[in-house]
């Protein structure tokens, strides 16, 4: 506390109540007016800390709202206690046949994405996924896509890209912050991802009969090791718990062989762990949306938009 004002508050004390204070020691007076002046300092911080939380909070509520109605009508509400919107951007999703932009929204909690219809107006195709299920994985540069990495999740794992390296780096530190908040109270990070499934042009021959794909023999993909295999190769399913505790999910013949208990001759499975190809991902659009630009966020440091590390441990999200 700077001697100069408590010299002047001990001044204008001792002009104004001479006769209440008289007989009190200097030192006890210079004491009291140091307490004073520090009271008064901190209650001015309090108030001014209040409001910009306010503030925080309607900017955050009115963010998230904007991306609740750009979802409507027909997908999951955003809106829980705690949640912040934490940074929201385009990326390029590595999908089954090509890449296709796709805008994200990171939450304190979860990440969302979905398909484009208008940017800033309307998306479809609304995915949730919890942050602590995620797992990150750095990738390096290819000629055909650059800045990416992988998201691994244990129902899915996907490739994505930002518009630089910039924006990637930014990506992946703000989940991974998010995501050490959540396990520090008290959630239980995932152990066991799905595998990413290799894109449809990286094979021309199912990779276990060595078939040519053509129009009427498609390709399918293992749930459990993710290469690219025919029907043929492709009929049986099993459980994978990491996917599904109740519903069998489509396997190749050989991871098959593996993962399920035969009686001596695996390939007389009967009907119910049989595939049906018609459960294949459907042809995502077309990538005319292709233009990325930097993404925006929460400025961690601090508490406006601005809100951070601070923010979302005062305010955690509530399961």
């Keep these: 506390m700077c001697d100069d004002k408590v010299s002047e508050l001990r001044k204008e004390v001792e002009s104004t109540y001479m006769r209440q204070i008289k007989g009190v020691p200097a030192p006890a007076l210079h004491t009291l007016c140091t307490y004073c002046l520090c009271s008064a300092q901190s209650l001015h911080t309090l108030t001014h800390t209040h409001d910009m939380e306010k503030t925080f909070d309607q900017q955050n509520t009115e963010r998230i709202k904007a991306v609740d109605e750009s979802f409507r009508p027909s997908m999951k509400s955003l809106f829980k206690e705690g949640r912040v919107l934490v940074g929201e951007g385009r990326l390029l999703k590595q999908c089954r046949r090509k890449t296709q932009p796709k805008v994200f929204f990171l939450f304190n909690d979860v990440i969302v994405y979905g398909s484009i219809l208008l940017h800033g107006r309307w998306y479809k195709d609304q995915k949730i996924i919890p942050l602590e299920s995620i797992k990150l994985e750095d990738m390096e540069d290819t000629a055909r896509l650059k800045n990416q990495w992988l998201i691994r999740t244990p129902r899915k794992s996907f490739v994505v890209a930002a518009a630089s390296k910039e924006d990637k780096h930014s990506w992946m530190q703000n989940i991974e912050l998010c995501k050490s908040i959540l396990v520090k109270q008290g959630h239980c990070p995932s152990e066991e991802f799905a595998v990413s499934w290799m894109p449809d042009k990286a094979s021309q021959i199912c990779l276990i009969c060595k078939a040519k794909f053509k129009t009427f023999k498609r390709r399918h993909h293992c749930r459990k090791c993710g290469i690219l295999v025919c029907h043929q190769c492709s009929k049986d399913k099993t459980l994978l718990g990491h996917i599904s505790t109740t519903e069998k999910q489509k396997v190749c013949r050989n991871c098959y ?39 925006t966020w929460v400025d961690l440091s601090m508490g406006t938009w601005s809100g951070g590390e601070h923010y979302m441990s005062m305010h955690p999200a509530i399961n």
């Design 257 to 295: 062989k593996k993962t399920v208990e035969v009686d001596g001759n695996w390939e007389n499975s009967t009907k119910e762990n049989r595939a049906d190809s018609s459960d294949e991902e459907n042809q995502e659009g077309d990538d005319s949306l292709l233009y990325l630009t930097p993404s």
